[in-house]
């Protein structure tokens, strides 16, 4: 258990739809990571949020938003959403002073039907 | 981030010395070697990383070559939970800073 809770597990909805999510850090990790994996693709950086605020972008869709809360937790928007939308989200975080140690969390797996 | 090549699959039998390489000849001064693992479907997990020096903690040891062109991590005593995917990532020290994993190499440990 790497401390970091992503919910939903699952999620199955259709095309065209929005869905949020869920991301809680490690206690006292300031930065939030998202990241992708779908089969063709591998694992992609999305986005990352330090104490709030927007510190990196990656391969993220204008279409996917992302905030940080005052909590610290974190939520991924996807809306309009395509089939190959569907993919394993995860969620990580890291210490301040260790940003490459980044603790992964059991990610929510996306399905676009 | 500089390139990495990894094999894209190896197997280890249980108890013995895992050793799995990476190569990453364009490597620049101030890149630091990163291993993390992906148990199938679960989050990454961190390992372990280094500069120049060896390295050794209670996961794993890496190795780096004194040009720094390639690396090779060790697990010492090979067990069937190791099974995973090892990405081997370079790129700048310092914190707060996305991954770029590659496709890695699948370690399967045999019994």
């Known amino acids: 258990d790497s401390g970091v809770t992503q919910t939903p597990k699952h999620l199955i909805t259709a095309t065209g739809q929005r869905v949020t999510l869920r991301c809680s850090p490690r206690?006292?990790?300031?930065?939030v990571y998202w990241y992708q994996q779908s089969l063709d693709q591998g694992l992609q950086f999305l986005i990352q949020?330090?104490?709030?605020?927007?510190?990196a972008k990656g391969n993220i869709l204008e279409r996917f938003s992302a905030q940080q809360f005052p909590d610290l937790h974190s939520e991924l928007n996807l809306s309009s959403l395509e089939l190959g939308d569907s993919a394993l989200y995860f969620c990580?975080?890291?210490?301040?002073?260790?940003?490459?140690?980044?603790?992964f969390g059991p990610g929510t797996r996306l399905t676009v039907t | 981030d500089a390139k990495t090549t990894q094999p894209p699959s190896m197997d280890c039998a249980e108890g013995r010395a895992a050793n799995l390489p990476c190569n990453h000849s364009?490597?620049?001064?101030?890149?630091?070697v990163y291993w993390y693992r992906q148990i199938h479907s679960q989050g990454p997990q961190y390992i372990i990383h280094?500069?120049?020096n060896n390295e050794t903690n209670e996961m794993a040891s890496l190795i780096i070559t004194e040009d720094r062109k390639s690396s090779t991590l060790i697990l010492p005593h090979a067990t069937l939970r190791d099974t995973a995917v090892y990405y081997c990532?370079?790129?700048?020290?310092?914190?707060?800073?996305?991954?770029?994993f590659g496709k890695g190499t699948l370690l399967t440990v045999n019994p």
């Open positions: 990580a975080s890291s210490p301040r002073d260790r940003g490459y140690e980044q603790y």
């Open positions: 206690s006292g990790d300031l930065s």
């Open positions: 949020y330090y104490n709030g605020e927007e510190r």
């Open positions: 364009t490597i620049s001064g101030n890149e630091y």
């Open positions: 280094g500069l120049k």
């Open positions: 990532i370079v790129r700048v020290g310092g914190s707060n800073y996305k991954l770029t």
